[in-house]
């Protein structure tokens, strides 16, 4: 089982700033298969990018992602109050075999 | 429109089997390429892939839950079924159904609003 470990755990950033969230897979991650979400308090998640680089439809360009082999980034340009939520990677390169990280919550400072 | 609700009781014993029901519109698990699946989240805890179910039947399960999960479909209803045996106080958790999505790619691009069930005597 791939095991996916996110960090940091908590970050703390003003609106306006810049969020750097990673997620780093305990194997190389077959294909870049790497999706992530947005979940906010007592909703469910939201998929934001998928395939490493590709956002999901209605996901502004302010959401990007990078990373290949074993880590992975979600780049938050210039953060909006909305934004302020919890975010989750997920692998897929071992399909059907699903992993999910134990997520980052971006608070605001 | 793609929509999925999970339904089933928020409480169950220690032991007892759960079964929870998904009724999703906006696809149909006749399409071929299409597929449902289950993850929960313990209160405060992260994601967990639990299974899922392909339109031509084949059902994939978490190694960890396999001996206790069983996923399965009814076309004509739009719906998939999720049972989990012997539950525990530690399957607390929100149960969310969900869509995957398109082509071979397994992501899930539309959620259920997931149902919280909690294990208590």
């Known amino acids: 089982e791939i095991v996916l470990t996110q960090s940091p755990g908590t970050l703390s950033l003003s609106p306006g700033e810049r969020a750097t969230l990673s997620c780093r897979a305990s194997q190389s991650v077959r294909g870049s298969q790497i999706a992530w979400y947005q979940q906010k308090p007592g909703q469910a998640p939201r998929l934001l990018v998928y395939g490493a680089f590709s956002r999901a439809t209605g996901i502004p360009d302010r959401f990007t992602s990078s990373g290949s082999g074993t880590d992975f980034t979600l780049t938050i340009s210039r953060l909006e109050p909305e934004d302020f939520a919890l975010y989750y990677c997920q692998q897929y390169g071992s399909s059907p075999l699903l992993t999910f990280g134990g997520g980052t919550r971006v608070e605001i400072k | 429109q793609v929509t999925l609700k999970e339904s089933g009781p928020a409480l169950v014993k220690p032991t007892q089997t759960l079964t929870l029901t998904c009724t999703f519109s906006?696809?149909?698990?006749?399409?071929?390429?299409?597929?449902v699946g289950w993850i929960r989240q313990p209160p405060g805890k992260a994601l967990e892939w639990l299974a899922r179910?392909?339109?031509?039947?084949?059902?994939f399960y978490s190694t960890s839950l396999k001996t206790r999960l069983t996923i399965s479909k009814d076309t004509s209803k739009n719906q998939v079924v999720l049972t989990m045996t012997n539950m525990d106080p530690v399957d607390t958790a929100t149960y969310y159904c969900?869509?995957?999505?398109?082509?071979?790619?397994?992501?899930?691009?539309?959620w259920g609003q997931g149902t919280l069930v909690t294990v208590s005597s």
């Open positions: 969900a869509r995957y999505g398109s082509g071979s790619y397994d992501y899930f691009d539309y």
């Open positions: 906006g696809f149909s698990l006749r399409t071929t390429g299409m597929r």
């Open positions: 179910i392909d339109w031509d039947d084949d059902r």
